[in-house]
């Protein structure tokens, strides 16, 4: 038998569960994809408010939470200052086409924050939450 190390951190993270909210059902289904092929739960939202319920029902299971910045309803950043007043720790990552357009997207909001650039890679945004999830613990 030939057993290989393995790093207990990176396993642990890559069976997080992570809340998307996003409202585009494409780039939904795309982010979807990518971290599911990284051993990633997901759990999804089309919106802030129902990325709410979701999170109310199941918050002992997610660990970070993935949000479009701007969306109908509810967009991330309102959604990310409920959820502080919740969890304080939540770790969230902010995702914008808009990122470089609007100055002060995101003042507002409580760190630890990042925001990630439309269009993105599969690697980049992998960094990103590894990167968040590894600073919350």
Known sequence: FLYLPVDAEA???????VLLVEDETA??????????????????????EAALRLW???????????TDVVMPV?????????????????????M??????????????????RLLAKPFTSEGLLDALRNLLAESV
Do not use: K, N
């Open 96 to 113: 914008s086409a808009y990122a470089g357009d609007e100055p002060g997207l995101l003042d507002g909001v409580d760190e630890p924050r």
């Open 74 to 94: 509810m967009g991330g950043r309102d959604l990310a200052r409920e959820l502080r007043l919740l969890d304080h720790d939540l770790p969230v990552l902010f």
């Open 11 to 17: 396993a642990s993270l890559r069976r997080a569960t």
């Open 27 to 48: 780039v939904r289904s795309v982010v979807r994809r990518m971290l599911l092929g990284q051993g990633f739960a997901v759990r999804e939202a089309r919106d802030g």
């Open 56 to 66: 109310h029902a199941e918050r002992a299971h997610i660990r970070a939470v993935i």
